[in-house]
């Protein structure tokens, strides 16, 4: 994950030399065995800079935990996934009965396209889906649009959704505002926060996010740690361990479980 690599462009800015830009890579096609046994596949776009070209470690973690914790989690919920990338654990969801589904990424043309068309390809649900869609979003901005999709009676979801997102430092504080902005206001609603630190010089960094989440009300309680068979980025330097270890945390309303008490 060369996420912290500097290119220096040198004088010649303003021509690029004969086969500076690579040729556009096609996209690929990976597959996800669900607890029942059943074969998901998924399509990743061919290269993106948004990193939407990998399944990621936290979302196939997260897709799992939903499984496992269906009754609770998922099944007749409003679920809303932030920058899903394949949207695997959206995918789940849907397959699993949730309610309604919102599965969103950066609003980049090719990922909303290839999140429609990992549910229009999904053999797992009836088509055309009934339960799930997809949405360009920009963390931070106004949800509207997102909550535009729940039924009448709801006015925000049950559960969001967040995977292997904290590594962007600078968008904590837009992912945050969203949270709060989207997630139910009662004691069952939850947010989904699964990570892995690929760069475990910054793990610090990654949680700062939960600090943040605490200054603004809310609880946060560790569900996961699961330590994967490899890491994802072999080339990157740092701890092997935590690089191969998925963190899973979940967020709700501090005031509203205290005021159950």
């Known amino acids: ?25 096609p996209a690929t096609y990976t597959e996800h065995t669900l607890l029942s046994g059943q074969i998901l596949r998924l399509r990743l776009v061919g290269h993106n800079p948004l990193w939407g070209h990998y399944l990621w470690n936290g979302g196939q973690v997260l897709a799992t935990y939903l499984q496992q914790n269906a009754p609770r989690l998922v099944q007749a919920k409003n679920i809303l996934e932030l920058g899903a990338g394949a949207g695997l654990p959206s995918l789940v969801a849907a397959i699993l009965d949730a309610q309604r589904v919102v599965v969103t990424d950066y609003p980049d043309a090719e990922l909303i396209d290839n999140l429609t068309q990992n549910i229009a390809a999904c053999t797992l649900l009836p088509q055309p889906a009934p339960n799930i869609s997809a949405q360009g979003y920009l963390w931070g901005s106004p949800v509207k649009s997102l909550l535009s999709h729940l039924p009448s009676r709801y006015q925000r979801f049950d559960i969001v959704l967040m995977a292997d997102l ?39 960094k990654d949680m700062a996010f939960f600090d943040l989440c605490r200054k ?6 560790k569900v996961v740690e699961e330590v994967m068979d490899k ?31």
């Not at 603004?216 to 309680?221: D, I, N, P, T």
């Open 1 to 25: 994950m060369k996420s912290d690599k500097v290119e220096d462009l040198g004088s010649g800015i303003f021509k690029e030399p004969n086969g500076y830009f690579e040729p556009e890579k």
């Open 216 to 221: 603004k009300g809310l609880k946060v309680e």
């Open 166 to 204: 904290l590594f962007n430092h600078s968008c904590h504080d837009a992912l945050v505002s969203t949270i709060l902005e989207t997630l139910a206001r009662n004691t069952t609603a939850q947010a989904l926060v699964f990570f892995t630190p690929y760069r475990p010089w910054l793990l610090d």
């Open 231 to 261: 890491v994802m980025f072999e080339e990157d330097r740092g701890d092997e361990l935590l690089r191969k270890t998925v963190f899973g945390y979940q967020l709700s309303w501090k005031a509203l479980l205290e005021s159950e008490q």
